[in-house]
């Protein structure tokens, strides 16, 4: 049995002021061929998933064409244009012996002129591959899902957990899925329902009560209405389309009615939680008062909520690095700026040398300006290899491109090239510094760092500075989201 496997993901925050090239967008993840599926055996990733499901079976043959995932400003046509080109031409040679087609699509992209980038792909793909060779896709669980996405799709998988701790299992599921409908073991059917829900990121930590409860319901339902699965995508307001919501999707075995049933009472269910998605807004001043004001073990982790690149902000904002600095606390490590010039100016001096630049501010303008760095000593220069541990992506070999770290009076700033959150210790091992030495450890991420930190820091801030990853969306200049949404609008109706 020959199955494509593949993945192009795009998470869009449209409130990001620049489109986003070609060139741009392949500089993050790319990866062709051979590589781009077989580095994630063992590895908690959706092809990890996807390959342990295809091995279980034993008769699989699976066919790698690009992995290839971003989360950032919405991108220009001509891009999109070219990595669709990109994914047909590798397509096209095999098209006439598949039997099935598994292709990641996150669910959140948007280009210039095409909101739904998903059906568009979905549609491209379709029309080049014979009838009925089903097309499946394993989503992130901050999609956007659209209608069109469902008709055009045999199958759509999400996950439950936000940190995306079961990556692993959506792409096994969707694998599993995915065989059986080849054999016709099982003929699905799915069912979409919308809630009027804009669910900020900061706001959509899944590992507390009472989120857990409403997950452990769903799974029971799961079971207990015989379906194959039934996913509460958060949705993403940041890509401001106008289908951008919280959705339902159940999936069953040929039982349409079933599966419409289960998305309207799994909707109703989810909608009485709405209020306990909704994040308190700290500032970099309220939150560093909280953390001085604490006294007991371990350190305080403040995580800049707003300015996390996972979700399209540039990271490289200076909000949370500037109250830092003024405040030069003894033990304070920031653990990592984005900024690709500075950390390139730092490898061509030495460690021990004493340098002047300008940090971060570079990208988009509410993030905060430029902050003067003066007289910083160079503490460790890295090529910033790594393998994750982050339960997330546990195994991976990733990247932070040039780093540094520097020393500024009592601050340490650590410096990357390669714009990504912080999902574990490694940035911080990586320039040769063991978070458990600091006090005040300031870092960018919305939720994901919380699968690693949330057991070893002592407390725990997320801090909202202005930024286009705001999680109060009151302030944000919605223009395509048809309204009314709940939190805005605080009288929606499901
Ligand atoms: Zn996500």
Redesign the pocket.
């Known amino acids: 049995m020959n199955i494509l496997v593949g993945q192009f993901g795009h ?1 869009a925050n449209n409130f990001c002021t620049k489109d986003v090239t070609y060139e741009e967008f392949i500089s993050l993840n790319y990866f062709t061929g051979e590589d781009s599926l077989w580095r994630y055996k063992n590895v908690e990733h959706l092809f990890g998933g996807i390959i342990k499901a295809a091995e279980e079976h034993g008769d699989i043959n699976l066919i790698p064409t690009m992995d290839l995932m971003n989360p950032i400003g919405r991108m220009e046509k001509e891009a999109l244009d070219k990595i669709v080109d990109n994914i047909i031409s590798m397509i096209e040679p095999h098209k006439n012996d598949l039997d099935g087609v598994l292709f990641c699509l996150h669910g959140a992209g948007r280009a210039v002129g095409v909101e739904d980038i998903e059906s568009y792909t979905l549609e491209k793909i379709k029309a080049i591959l014979p009838d009925n060779i089903p097309i499946m896709s394993a989503l ?3 999609a956007n899902v659209s209608k069109e996405m469902v008709e055009l799709s045999d199958g759509l998988f999400g996950g439950y957990e ?1 940190p ?1 701790i079961d990556f692993f299992n959506t792409g096994y599921l969707a694998m599993k899925t995915l065989i059986s409908s080849i054999e016709n073991r099982v003929i699905p059917k799915m069912s979409l329902k919308a809630i009027p829900l804009l669910l900020p990121l900061s706001g959509g930590f899944t590992l507390r009560e009472p989120i857990t409860t409403l997950n452990n319901y769903i799974k029971n339902y799961i079971k207990e209405n015989n379906l194959i699965d039934a996913t509460f995508f958060h949705g993403f307001p940041y890509a401001d389309t106008s289908y951008a919501s919280s959705t339902i999707l159940v999936m069953t075995n040929n039982d349409q009615e079933l599966a419409d049933k289960s998305a309207q009472e799994l909707a109703e269910h989810v909608w009485e939680y709405r209020e306990y998605f909704i994040p308190e807004i700290i500032s970099a001043k309220k939150a560093m008062d909280q953390a001085e004001e604490y006294s007991g073990d371990g350190y305080v982790l403040i995580s800049e909520v707003s300015d996390n690149p996972g979700g399209g902000a540039p990271g490289d904002g200076t909000h949370l690095l500037k109250e830092m600095l003024d405040r030069n606390l003894p033990k304070t490590i920031f653990g990592f700026i984005y900024d690709k010039d500075v950390a390139e100016f730092l490898h061509n001096h030495r460690v021990g040398d004493k340098v002047t630049f300008s940090l971060g501010g570079k990208c988009e303008k509410i993030h905060g300006n430029p902050i003067e760095i003066v007289n910083a000593k160079i503490k460790n220069l890295s090529n910033g290899e790594y393998i994750a541990t982050a339960p997330m992506i546990k195994g991976a070999k990733l990247s932070f491109g040039k780093s540094a770290r520097v020393k500024v009076k009592n601050v340490e700033i650590i410096i990357t090239s390669q714009r990504t959150q912080t999902l574990d210790d490694r940035p911080f091992l990586v320039t040769g510094a063991d978070v458990a030495q600091y006090k005040y450890v300031g870092i960018k991420s919305s939720n994901h760092y919380r699968s690693f930190f949330q057991d070893k820091a002592g407390l725990i801030i997320p801090c909202d500075t202005p930024g286009v990853m705001t999680g109060d969306l009151s302030v944000l200049d919605f223009k395509y989201v048809k309204m009314p949404k709940y939190p805005l609008d605080l009288n929606t109706k499901l």
């Open positions: 998470e992130d669980l901050h936000y995306h």
